[in-house]
């Protein structure tokens, strides 16, 4: 219940994506089209009433039931303001399946006391998300504030030896906080989808 | 509460493992060695009552905090019999972190029927772990099946261009399911861990 | 005999296609370009006639042999619709080589039942070609269910850690079933290749 | 039927490997270890009669069931005498299959002619498996000269760049030649498997 | 004496290149600009007279010195249409250089009896060049049937694992052939210039 | 002035560590070897008087130079007790070429206060070295810390998706503190000659 | 004191670089804009005066501190004019945070004579930032003639190989000069902004 | 004329070696052992006399042609005393094909002044060849030195990042010498060789 029907935007065509959102429309439930196009939503606007294009997260967004199924705070923290795309994947996935959501951005490791500012309201978060790209490093600092379970989403953010997010799955995986487990790289959609299961039981 | 002092055995000597055993048994708590061998075990009985040697897990246990925190089932998957030792470190960690464990081995992917005939347990569980190596398609399988979050472990089983567990990282990194998150190579304690984390809330 | 005449589309010209498709064209048999755009296609059907481009597939086909080689009905599988290029190119050049073939698409394995009530057909078939990304999982599974040889084919579909159908590639050389074997990435027409010559004995 | 039993022995001890050769001596089938000790086969010899070890194979095998099952000859091409325990982990499983097997050994691509003074033999086969370390380049040779489907089999055959046999795979990945298919690295019984399934049809 | 002159027209504007070209005019001998385009040609045209535009090779040409300088023939194999612009590069590079060169083209390892129809050519050069892509087989090859050095160039023609020429790469450094040395992808230059060293001993 | 000379231990017999040791020992400066064996210092003491043997370093060490060419204090801060090693090799050359210095050491990132309580000692040092396995994140979380240049190293600690120190070596050169330059895996001494440059300005 | 406000330009609209620069020049500070385009620049100055764009480093630099911070001069040496972009970008950093620099551009290490007529220069200098693609070997190099810090850099200048730096990135890790520490690939700043803080001691 | 026959000892039991030794001295040519130990040695020694077992290249030879047949030198260059053994096969393989050899080791590009010494007896070789592990670098600089052909080999010397000679070897693959090429990691006896079959023209 609560769950919402998801399409993949990317490398579709604004037809396509149009044709499956209004097929998936029908079911009744939330719809959810990541990695979207401004071109994409307006194909599919015109074929479904009440369609929002979440500009920040890239995504379209069919809102229709409410309520809230997760019982506690969903906290995304996000590294960089490059990370931030993918942070609001996370955000807009959780919101849709029913979470309150909090969001704690900008608080890279370099900057530590950024970090440190917001432990309370971490703590008192169910789950954390949490997406980074460079190095990686937030979700090992986090998962050593908390004892909630973290979801770590390495980001493609980064150049050179980043190698468009290798380096900071690899980080993640090594990660010497036991709370943390790792999605896929950018993606922020599996991370909201994780935290959000956690978040029912 | 009721977390577990842990030591990681690997690479030290059974004076070591002893020495730091004995020291975290003061505080009171459950007591886990992991990746730690019969010698290991052997200098830590000598200073420490109680201590079990879980064989198959290869892991030193001390329980002495029997009460149970988990609120469901744990399931604790895994493909082929050699990924049975990073399975039973998940459940020896899970166990000691005051969870009930269903085990449901040598469920590969290519016997798929094997796995169906099990799909009510895995139903009621609450968190399933998933442990594979070679392909690592089974986390995949399993998260179609169900609603729960699964922890997929990737296992160093294989040879060849499965590359000590990159294949089933790799693998397990792009599931096609949505509700899988993934931790290290050979990492039963971790995902242990994070699933006793989840089946606490 | 039955064999076609074949060109790869790819970073060749609209001309420089037609040149080399007309010159085929001339042996009498049937010819296939794979890989081929609308635009090749245009400058083929200039000179060679009753050609017509199989738009799924991206190739342009000459048929003139509609004997059938092949003795059994070989199976094209395929895990999602962005597998669906790769999977129409095998089932084209399968065609082109005198064979019956039944497509199964859309079957990936995190939802496995929708692969199982397939399993009537996939187990009539004489062989089985299996299309699929991220994970590539699928071929495993398959190969599970039938005693038929299976020819898998990694897709580049994925992002993140499937780094272009590399995840898939090393998942599929790791199968844990027996008798799977693997061709390059994306190679839609290998496998089909492959799958006719077998289908012939 | 005439489908064997196997085991894989490596990193098994003697008791283990024997304890299930025992069990599935009991089905009545052909049985197979492949990856298998001396040690390991005096194991096995003392709890089932009939065993016999295959040295160059490293295989401990049990012939009961003789029948001959493929119907043509299934030829196997090694580069140098170090990949011959793999093509005699392949002889050893498609024969057990119930196949007729010609050995062609040491025609590596540095002195082409020696290969092709077998030509006759390999257009006589009805599938063709190729073992080559190094640099891989037999299995594009030897399709080249015939029509029949070769399963390719890298072996870890090299040093330096050879990366435990991933130069042999990627090359045999990108075989120029389109009846070529790829098995795992040092997967010599999967090629038998898979040969031995396609000379049956 | 005889040393051409060379710019490396890749990432460089027409502007750049017509500067350095004209520049390098000056020192009286020949130049060479490879990588180069048509508008860096007519950017190089305008102030430097007699230059040519070797379209097959991407490479802008001024030849002054004419004499031959290499003592034999040097022989530019190529395996499949693609590796031509390299070869093309080699080519054009080594007659700069002053050597007589005989190419051989389009004699992929998948088809060596068109090779071996130029055995007696291949024997008579002095040096020889071979280009390759996908799985780099050919260099082996050729290595075997020839006592004199053989210089390989990978190319990054291909698709999936071909990995833009690393898999063409590790099989030749991989070569069973012991007259092999290698130069890196796409370098046909490289080849040409060190082939017309030894030439020119 | 005050270089050490040095040689390294590693895959060299202990007659062959102190034949090398006795020659550089005659030079009258501080010498070190290491990566030496306990092995390696009985024979080298039987040549040399005055060495003496760093167990935790791994490091043999002869000190004759005691002067202070440093200008301030070098800290050497490490991750986890497996990180030490390394470390101390730092330690042992900071100290040989003339510095003072402080160890900070069990402070991963994932028990973030640990770190911080010695924050006033990390503001005081002139230059910094920072070894973590696993995800190596503490360089990026010290840089951000101090204003100070931070030596990072990468460590080879961890297991799986570690990568022999791959994942840290990755994690540090993203760091995203810009005071943070990396040396190779496990390389204690290259950053404590680098450190100890650096102190003498 | 001295430091700079620095916003990193790549993958940003004009107009974020803009608002961020412009916010960013209230505090006071020099201020730069790394990897920024022209049109960056047009709309950056539109609202800070004062600002220039360099062009050969693709930087927007507002120099308000124009005194000197360190006490010697920085060295920037770089082997091909592609390198440049990278070695200005190290320059215009260093030069922003205070340091008088001097610039040895074009002495790769073919042509070694070249690095060596710059040694007086060389030796002058209190730290040198070196600039270097394909091979990556000029660190090692340069370290070997002077005693002062070396910070590598590792250019994406080459083809092939080179894979966009990790050549020349693990070339200079491996580097066997012990003065030699390495940050990103193409990362200019952070070798400038590292050189500065150890100029500054 | 002078072609030596060759075994590759590396993996083979001294029966082995000294089976095949035996069998190629009967064609009255010199033969090679390369990759051999003293136990190989020893068992050769009993069935062929007038073999020798050279410890620094670790090979076995019979030397029975002792003509000249290359026509100037070659020199063996090599970065540091562990690339040695290395540099010896390709010594040692030069000898016995007839070539005179000059060694200049122990000349790392750290250490500029100390190759420069050697510069005559360089530009005097016909061939150079040149061994360096860690960072590769020392081919580049030699062949910018020099003008004859220069035959590069990576060896597996270095640790950490050097990841067992893939950092040399790539490094060598991008070369800035245009006069390099290169044979696989620790191939000694591959380019000794090839610098043979070149001072021969």
Sequence with gaps: MGMPEVVFGERKTPAQVAGIFKRLAKHGKNVLATRATKEQFTAVKKGVRGVKYEVAAQAIVLRRDRRLYGKGVIAVVSAGTSDIPVAEEAVVTAELMGNQVERIYDVGVAGIHRLLAHQKTLSRARVVIVC???????????GGLIGAPVIAVPTSVGYGAAFQGLAALLGMMNSCASNVSVVNIDN??????????????
């Design 132 to 142: 980074a790209g460079m190095e990686g490093a937030l979700p090992s600092v986090v």
């Design 188 to 201: 922020g959609f599996g991370a909201g989808y994780v935290a959000s299961l956690i978040n029912r039981l």
